[in-house]
């Protein structure tokens, strides 16, 4: 059976986790946010064929993400040790999905995400960078990047004082080519930066 639309995907998420009845079953509740990123990313060219699938991915990997280094909306409660084995497994999870599809470009900038991430958390940048590189992986997968985002990522990677710009400045530019600026505004919105037109310091 196909997946939920991409607006359903964190309680597919739920359900599919709550079925798995594994350690993080426990801990599994019903997300009340909106899948944001996963509905971007299944805005796009690239992935028209599997948009839901597309979603669901996505937000398996965000929730991996937020169980490291922020507030979780599927899984609740978990303790560290926990919380941190179930990111590490959402990760792989989504990763493992993707690669299903035969998606090998969309494999390598989402374990880009992974691994920039735990940089820039460890560098200590602020939640901003991390936020800003998000939008920026999740327009990648859904309408590509090109130089201008690989340049973005080269610049995080150097800690470059002018990164989450660059980051934000190529969202913006690929999200208008593939006409999905609307859908980067409302992720943009959701994880606090509502200020696409003109970023400012994102500490």
């Known amino acids: 059976m196909p997946p939920p639309a991409p607006e359903h995907a964190l309680g597919a998420l739920a359900e599919q986790l709550r079925a798995e009845d594994s350690v993080i079953t426990p801990h599994v509740r019903d997300a009340e946010d909106a899948p944001v990123l996963g509905v971007l990313v299944a805005a796009g060219p690239r992935t028209a064929q599997a948009p839901a699938e597309y979603a669901l991915l996505v937000e398996s990997i965000r929730e991996g993400y937020l169980l490291h280094y922020g507030v979780t909306r599927v899984i609740v409660g978990a303790d560290r040790d926990l919380a941190l084995l179930a990111g590490d497994y959402l990760y792989a999870r989504g990763l493992e999905r993707l690669a299903a599809l035969g998606d090998l ?34 327009v990648a997968v859904a309408a590509g990047g090109g130089d201008e985002h690989e340049a973005a990522k080269l610049a995080l990677r150097e800690q470059r004082p002018d990164a989450p710009r660059t980051l934000l400045g190529a969202a913006r530019n690929g999200a208008s080519r593939a006409g999905i600026s609307d859908a980067l505004t409302r992720a943009a919105d959701s994880v606090g930066l509502d200020f696409l037109e003109d970023p400012s310091d994102l500490g």
């Open 105 to 138: 470009g969309a494999v390598r900038e989402l374990s880009d995400l992974i691994s920039l991430s735990a940089q820039i958390h460890a560098d200590r940048n602020g939640s901003g960078t991390g936020e800003a590189l998000w939008l920026a992986s999740a």
